[in-house]
Structures are given as C-alpha cells and as structure tokens.
Nanobody
Framework: QLQAYGGGLVQPGGSLRLSCAVS????????IGWFRQLPGKEREWISC????TGRTFVVEGRFAISRDNGNTIHLQLSDLRPDDTAVYYC???????????????????WGQGTLVTVSS
C-alpha cells in the first residue's frame, strides 16, 4: 500500500517535496516510480528508484528522487512552473531484480495521488 502526500499550492519558481510512504516489510524488494497527470492529459512518468540497487532515473534535472532510512520515497520538485500543475502519484513495481523504468504497466500498486498546483 502506498500513500503519496506533500502536495499543495506553490508559486512559480518555488520548490516542493513530495513523499510516498510504502507499507511493505522491505522496500529493497520494490521499485518505486513517480508519475503525474496534468489536467486533461494522460499520466506520464517522472522518476523512479530501483530497490535492489538504489539506482535512480529522472525525466529532467528539476526533479530528484531519494529515499530515507525507512520506507519513504521522496520526490523533490524545484523551479516549478505552472505547467507542472498536476496530480502526482507514486507506484510500486514488485518484480525484484528488474531495473526501474517508465513503463507504467510494470507498476501494479498505486497511491491515491497528491495535487500540486503551481500558481501565483
């Protein structure tokens, strides 16, 4: 079970850190991805972390993914723009050994999403 939180209203140029609490015994066995869905558009991949290796991928340098010592994955959003306004989701891929990626079909468990609004 995943729970994304940390969304809210932020001004253009601002930053926000989203978090995803993952209720599993050991997060090392899961890949965690972050996606977002802009208004009226399909969901798109942003970033992921491979549980087995810790290797991370991001779609662009304004975003960064990290993990704390427990079972929480963070997504740092920087230099936010109005077109970053979206619902942000975290999701888990439980096929251990696979490197994380952008293939949405690999992610079988999804959090409820957290809304980020970038506006002045």
């Amino acid at each position: 079970q995943l729970q994304a939180y940390g969304g809210g209203l932020v001004q253009p140029g601002g930053s926000l850190r989203l978090s995803c609490a993952v209720s599993v015994p050991n997060l090392d066995y899961f890949n965690i991805g972050w996606f977002r869905q802009l208004p009226g558009k399909e969901r798109e991949w942003i970033s992921c972390m491979t549980g087995r290796t810790g290797r991370t991928f991001v779609v662009e340098g304004r975003f960064a993914i990290s993990r704390d010592n427990g079972n929480t994955i963070h997504l740092q959003l920087s230099d936010l723009r109005p077109d970053d306004t979206a619902v942000y989701y975290c999701a888990a891929d439980s096929l251990w050994g696979r490197q994380c990626g952008s293939e949405e079909a690999h992610y079988t468990d999804w959090g409820q999403g957290t809304l980020v609004t970038v506006s002045s």
